[in-house]
């Protein structure tokens, strides 16, 4: 059986923090620039392909996550005899996944253009050549992403910072260079392609210096993987095509330049949950290890994770919420600020409520109870819809981060809850009888 100490833990999180981190500095420069020299609706566009990468990156059926969580436990439980095949079986998986997202995409671009996406007539042909560029990078996304959890789950954090960490900077950094070759949309989505085709040739040696086993497709793996990866794959997508609607609830209710103002300060203040993110890809399969050696030690790991957050991110946030105009005006010029300052002072309360429905989320599927969350999901996000195109089509974008914010604080509430509900109160139970 594998142990984590507390030392391990926060040498990790602390690794992780620095990795997801360093693209802040990145986004300070870029954005404004960007912003600047592609004008409101050609940075709407790249804005959107930004949120595409990522939601493309959680559409992999679970999988990915599933094996993560899977390898982790085994890992805790000193079961690593088939970790091979588990690790196999999910990198084929999703290689043939993101060929066939790769093909969908291209096949519905125009109707993204055309249907869904108020973009101006004189921008349509060069947004279509974009999406479809940018397709070509959608199975480096997910077989990356998957073999990272192979990283994670054997907690290499070293080598991991740094490549994330140049990762983050390239895609923000690489569009200023395009910038300098063409003012256009093409250029940029081929600099999103080639950082991550390189990513997942770094992934695969990171991979399998972490796991240097024969790596093989199992179709007993399959069948277990996709049995545990379903309700995972479901919580996964609501949670990420929730986290992302409000920018496309903008762009096809109000317009592109309205997504610019409404996403030129969110880059920014998102990377506020790198907090979270980087703690929780620690901590995910650190809870799984936890969860599968039943060890009392999980509740204390989870409420100092939910006081880290908290305790990181206050600070900054309430800095945003009262300072949010003068901020803006300062990085992005008064006419920006104007506009986005209201927006910028309420996603900023959204993102510290937001990271701290993480743990409870994420302790769910690392204890092996996905279904939870996810029938969570799918009563909320019908809900949140329709509030979402109401606050819209009634406040503009700041009522677009108003339901973003009503989203969040009924999901801080409802997860927290179902969490100790369905796993905390076990385990101190179990350390109190102990």
Known sequence: MVTLSRADIRRNVSLNLVGYGLPLVAALVAVPVLLDGLGPDRFGVVALAWTMVAVVGVLDLGFGRAMTQALAARIGGGDVDRNGALIGTAAAITTVLGALLSGGLLLVAPVIVFRVLEVPEWLRGETLDALRVLAIAVPAVLVGNCLRGVVEARQRFGALTALRACVGAALLLGPVV?????????????????????????????????????????????????????????????????????????????????????????????????????????????????AASSSPELVEVYRRTLWTIGALLAPPVLVIVVFSRPLLSFWLGPEVAGESAVVASIL?????????????????????????????????????????????????????????????????????????????????????ES
């Open 348 to 432: 900023a309360a959204g993102i510290l409520i937001h990271s701290l429905v993480q743990p409870s989320f994420q302790l769910l599927q690392a204890a092996g109870r996905p279904a939870v969350p996810a029938l969570f999901q799918l009563i909320e996000a019908p809900v949140y819809a329709v509030y979402l195109v109401a606050l819209t089509l009634c406040c503009g974008i700041a009522g677009t981060a108003a339901a973003w914010l009503i989203r969040v604080t009924i999901s801080l509430v409802v997860q927290s809850w179902l969490a100790h509900r369905f796993v905390l109160s076990d385990f101190a139970a179990e350390k109190a």
């Open 178 to 290: 395009a910038l300098h070759v063409s003012p256009t949309l093409v250029p940029i989505m081929w600099t999103f392609v080639a950082v991550r085709w390189l990513a997942l040739a770094a992934f695969v040696v990171l991979a399998r210096r972490a796991a240097p086993v024969p790596w093989m497709f199992d179709a007993q793996e399959a069948v277990s993987l996709a049995r545990f990866g379903g309700w995972m794959t479901v919580s996964t997508v609501m949670a990420s095509l929730m986290l992302y609607a409000d920018r496309f609830a903008v762009g096809s209710l109000l317009s592109l330049a309205a997504v610019a103002y409404y996403v030129a300060p969110f880059e920014v203040i998102n990377r506020l949950s790198v907090v979270p993110v980087a703690i929780m890809g620690v901590l995910f399969p650190a809870f799984s290890q936890l």
